[in-house]
C-alpha cells in the first residue's frame, strides 16, 4: 500500500518569513495529493491540492509543487502570518483509490 | 449550505461499555469515511462508503470496531468493549461523487476511562 512520509514534523517561523513542508510517496500510482490545515480543536480543511498532470499549483500565499520522478510533492507558504499557526497534513491517493493516505503532520508556528 | 455534522461532540465512557458516533454527511455526498486521530498524530483511516457498493473495512483495527450506512446517508461507528487506546478523536469525512476532496465533520472527542 501507499506509504506518505512528511517533514518536519514541527516547524516554527518568524511572521514574514516562508515555510515548506515536505511529503514524500512510494506509490507511483498516486495521482492526487490535497494538503489539509487543522487549526487546533478544529476539523482539517482542504487548503490546496495538485494532480499527477500538474507540476506546481499557486493560490495566493500559498503553492504546491509536485516531482512525480522522485516521488514527493511541497507545501510552500510565503510571508507567513500568525494566523498560519496550525497542524498541515499531506495525502496521496489515486491508482483507482479513493482512500487518501495521510501524513503524520507538520505544526507550524508563526511567532509575532 | 450545512457542513459535514458529528454527534456526540464528546463522550467519556468506562472501559467495556459500548459507544456509538454518528455522522451527517453533506446532502448529496455519495463517499463518507471514517477516520480516527490519536493526541499529535496522523489520520488513521478506517473505513470508506461508496454509495451502495460494499463498504471497505480495511482500516478497521479490530473486530470490536464496525460502521453502517443508511439509507445511503447517515452513518454510525460503532465500538464494543471499549479499551483505553481507543481514546481519540474520531472525525468523518464526506465526498461528492466523482470527487477526491473530501470535507470533514468537527469530529467526536471519545475519552474511555
Known amino acids: 500500500g501507499e506509504n506518505v512520509e512528511q517533514h518536519p514534523s514541527t516547524l516554527s517561523v518568524?511572521?514574514?518569513?516562508s515555510a515548506v513542508i515536505k511529503c514524500t510517496y512510494s506509490d507511483s500510482a498516486s495521482n492526487y495529493f490535497p494538503w489539509y490545515k487543522q487549526e487546533l480543536g478544529k476539523r482539517p480543511q482542504l487548503i490546496i491540492d495538485i494532480r499527477s498532470n500538474?507540476?506546481?499549483?499557486k493560490d495566493q500565499r500559498i503553492a504546491v509543487t509536485l516531482n512525480k520522478?522522485?516521488?514527493?510533492?511541497?507545501?510552500?507558504i510565503t510571508e507567513t502570518q500568525p494566523e498560519d499557526s496550525a497542524v498541515y497534513f499531506c495525502a496521496a491517493?489515486?491508482?483507482?483509490?479513493y482512500i487518501p493516505t495521510f501524513g503524520r503532520g507538520t505544526s507550524l508556528i508563526v511567532h509575532p | 449550505g450545512a457542513g459535514v455534522s458529528q454527534s456526540p461532540s464528546n463522550k467519556v465512557t468506562e472501559k467495556g461499555k459500548d459507544v456509538e458516533l454518528r455522522c451527517d454527511p453533506i446532502s448529496g455526498h455519495t463517499a463518507l469515511y471514517w477516520y480516527r486521530q490519536s493526541l499529535g498524530q496522523g489520520l488513521e483511516f478506517l473505513i470508506y462508503f461508496?454509495?451502495?457498493?460494499?463498504?471497505?473495512?480495511?482500516?478497521?483495527p479490530s473486530d470490536r470496531f464496525s460502521a453502517e450506512r443508511t439509507g445511503g446517508s447517515v452513518s454510525t461507528l460503532t465500538i464494543?468493549?471499549?479499551q483505553q487506546e481507543d481514546?481519540?478523536?474520531?472525525?468523518?469525512?464526506?465526498?461528492p461523487r466523482g470527487s477526491d476532496?473530501?470535507?470533514?465533520g468537527p469530529g467526536t472527542r471519545l475519552t474511555v476511562l
Open chain 1, 54 to 57: 500538474v507540476g506546481e499549483k
Open chain 1, 14 to 17: 518568524q511572521e514574514g518569513d
Open chain 2, 101 to 104: 476532496t473530501q470535507y470533514f
Open chain 1, 69 to 76: 520522478t522522485a516521488k514527493h510533492f511541497s507545501l510552500h
Open chain 1, 93 to 97: 491517493s489515486g491508482g483507482g483509490s
Open chain 2, 80 to 82: 464494543q468493549r471499549t
Open chain 2, 87 to 95: 481514546s481519540a478523536v474520531y472525525l468523518c469525512a464526506s465526498s
Open chain 2, 50 to 60: 461508496q454509495g451502495n457498493s460494499a463498504p471497505d473495512k480495511s482500516g478497521l
